[in-house]
C-alpha cells in the first residue's frame, strides 16, 4: 500500500495560480470522494484546507480550491500570497487496511 | 472549544517502547462519527498515517508499521494512547494525534500540537 503521490515542489510568483496534484489509486482517490488537502508550516499542527474532494471548511480562503479526475486529485490556489508558502499534504480515505493514506507532501514557495 | 494534547516521555532508548497519550477536551472519544488518529513527521520528511482507533475499539494501522504498533482508548478518561515497540532512531519525529471525522471525508480537522520524540540512548 504506497503512499500517494505528489511533486515534491510547486513555485508561483504571488498573484498566480498554482495547481499541486495527488495521484492514487481506483482503492483510495479514485474510488472515494473522500480527498483532503492540508497546509503544514513548521512546527504547527496541519490546517484543514479542503475536505470531500472540493469543500472548504469555514475559515478557509476562497483562493483554496480541490477537484478531482479519476485516481488524481488537484488543489489550486489562486491569487498566491507570501503566506501560502507552506508544505501541502493530501490524503484520502483507502478501503485496504490502514482506512487513511497521506501523499509525501508538496513544498510551495511564492517567488 | 474541542482540543487534543499529546504527552509523553521526550527521550526513548533504542529497542524500547515509546509510549504516547492523548488527552480529549471538548467531545467525547465515544461519539460514533469520529476516528481518533496517530501521525508523526520525521525530521525532514512529510506526514506519516500511523494508524487509527473507532469507539468500537477497531483499530486501522498503517501496513510499514503495524508489526510494532498498538493504538487503544480509554473512555473514562477522554483518551486514547500509541505504543510503538522496538524503536529506532527512524522513529524520531514530531508525534501528532487528530480526530478523523466521518462525516467529511475522513478528514482531520483538530489535532494537537505535536510532541518531539527522540530516540537516542
Keep these: ?111 | 472549544q474541542l482540543q487534543l494534547q499529546e504527552s509523553g516521555p521526550g527521550v526513548v532508548k533504542p529497542s524500547e517502547t515509546l509510549s504516547l497519550t492523548c488527552t480529549v477536551s471538548g467531545d467525547p472519544v465515544s461519539r460514533t462519527i469520529y476516528y481518533w488518529g496517530w501521525l508523526r513527521q520525521p525530521p525532514g520528511t512529510g506526514l506519516e498515517w500511523i494508524g487509527s482507533i473507532y469507539h468500537t475499539g477497531s483499530t486501522n494501522y498503517s501496513p510499514s508499521l503495524k508489526s510494532r504498533v498498538t493504538i487503544s482508548l480509554d473512555t473514562s478518561k477522554n483518551q486514547f494512547s500509541l505504543k510503538l515497540t522496538s524503536v529506532t532512531a527512524a522513529d524520531t519525529a514530531v508525534y501528532y494525534c487528530a480526530r478523523v471525522e466521518i462525516l467529511t471525508g475522513y478528514s482531520m480537522g483538530y489535532w494537537g500540537q505535536g510532541t518531539l520524540v527522540t530516540v537516542s540512548a
Design chain 1, 1 to 111: 500500500q504506497s503512499a500517494l503521490t505528489q511533486p515534491a515542489s510547486v513555485s508561483g510568483s504571488p498573484g498566480q495560480s498554482i495547481t499541486i496534484s495527488c495521484t492514487g489509486t481506483s482503492s483510495d482517490v479514485g474510488g472515494y470522494n473522500y480527498v483532503s488537502w492540508y497546509q503544514h508550516h513548521p512546527g504547527k499542527a496541519p490546517k484543514l484546507m479542503i475536505y470531500d474532494v472540493s469543500n472548504r471548511p469555514s475559515g478557509v480562503s476562497n483562493r483554496f480550491s480541490g477537484s478531482k479526475s479519476g485516481n488524481t486529485a488537484s488543489l489550486t490556489i489562486s491569487g498566491l500570497q507570501a503566506e501560502d508558502e507552506s508544505d501541502y499534504y493530501c490524503s484520502s480515505y483507502t478501503s485496504i487496511n490502514s482506512l487513511v493514506l497521506f501523499g509525501g507532501g508538496t513544498k510551495l514557495t511564492v517567488l
